[in-house]
């Protein structure tokens, strides 16, 4: 009995592109048998829900929640006698 040349076993290079949220970088790595996607925030910003890394490991496609990632505010404190913008007061 032959193989049927039309089927074909799944791979990791048939999972989907995965989600790209605003202000994240995703890299895309691949091994034999699972994709992973790392997620980190651009510049002066912060995750703040879901993953660092998600996987796909099957035709059922990215397995966990996409890091997201918000402004980090910083507060500067310019000592006393001086307002939040660093005036005289």
Request: hydrophobic share 30%.
């Amino acid at each position: 009995m032959f193989a049927d040349p039309f089927l074909q076993a799944w791979t990791v290079f048939d999972c989907p592109d995965p989600e790209v949220n605003p202000n994240t970088f995703v890299e895309v790595s691949y091994s034999t048998n699972i994709a992973a996607a790392k997620y980190e925030c651009v510049q002066d910003y912060t995750r703040c829900t879901g993953s660092d890394v998600i996987y796909c490991t099957s035709e059922a496609g990215w397995e966990g929640v996409p890091g997201t990632c918000l402004l980090t505010t910083r507060q500067v404190d310019y000592g006393p006698g001086h307002d939040v913008s660093g005036h005289s007061t």
